[in-house]
């Protein structure tokens, strides 16, 4: 089979130009060598298209190839594909509850709470932790109802404030 002009045009472009165009591209994508490729492929096939554009007499090929391949990647850049897809070698592990989040927070709000009086200790566990309500929590504790309010005020404060100091937020 005999090689037609526009196969012999087609060849000499690559050979003549291919390496820079490569160059270009690999800087017009940061480094993204597999967006490089895509760029001078995607360019080649304009040009494979469009032979009569690479015609050396109406101006230079090397400048309509550049020209060419920027276009198409600022086109990459702004579409939305380009935006949305992240190349990787292998599938994105999805994310399962499995209830290490709650258990860390458990063992930072149990941590938190050791860090209290005993009196502040002993009234959130008996509001909080056990159902109890004030006048109950009073009784048992043997002091008067605002006792037990003003405790458990200072208690969920300074607890707040352990918390906040090792990072767990509302």
């Given at each position: 089979m005999k090689e037609?002009?526009?196969?012999?045009?087609?060849?000499?472009?690559?050979?003549?130009?291919?390496?820079?165009?490569?160059?270009?591209?690999?800087?017009?994508t940061n480094g993204d060598r597999a967006l490089a490729e895509d760029v001078?492929?995607?360019?080649?096939?304009?040009?494979?298209?469009?032979?009569?554009?690479?015609?050396?007499t109406q101006g230079s090929a090397r400048a309509w190839l550049f020209t060419v391949a920027r276009r198409i990647a600022i086109d990459g850049w702004r579409s939305a594909a380009s935006r949305s897809e992240v190349?990787?070698?292998a599938p994105p592990e999805l994310a399962l509850p499995d209830g290490t989040e709650r258990a860390l927070q458990g063992w930072l709000v149990a941590e938190a709470v050791r860090e209290l009086s005993d009196a502040h200790r002993e009234v959130l566990g008996l509001c909080y932790?056990?159902?109890?309500?004030?006048?109950?929590?009073?009784?048992?504790?043997?002091v008067a109802p605002g006792t037990v309010k003003s405790r458990t005020?200072?208690?969920?404060?300074?607890?707040?404030?352990?918390?906040?100091?090792?990072?767990?937020?509302?």
């Open positions: 037609g002009a526009e196969d012999q045009l087609m060849r000499a472009l690559h050979h003549e130009h291919a390496a820079a165009l490569w160059s270009y591209a690999l800087r017009l001078v492929q995607e360019t080649l096939l304009r040009a494979w298209k469009h032979p009569k554009v690479l015609d050396q190349s990787t070698d932790f056990q159902g109890f309500s004030v006048a109950e929590a009073a009784e048992r504790l043997g005020h200072y208690a969920l404060r300074a607890l707040r404030l352990a918390l906040e100091e090792r990072g767990v937020t509302r």
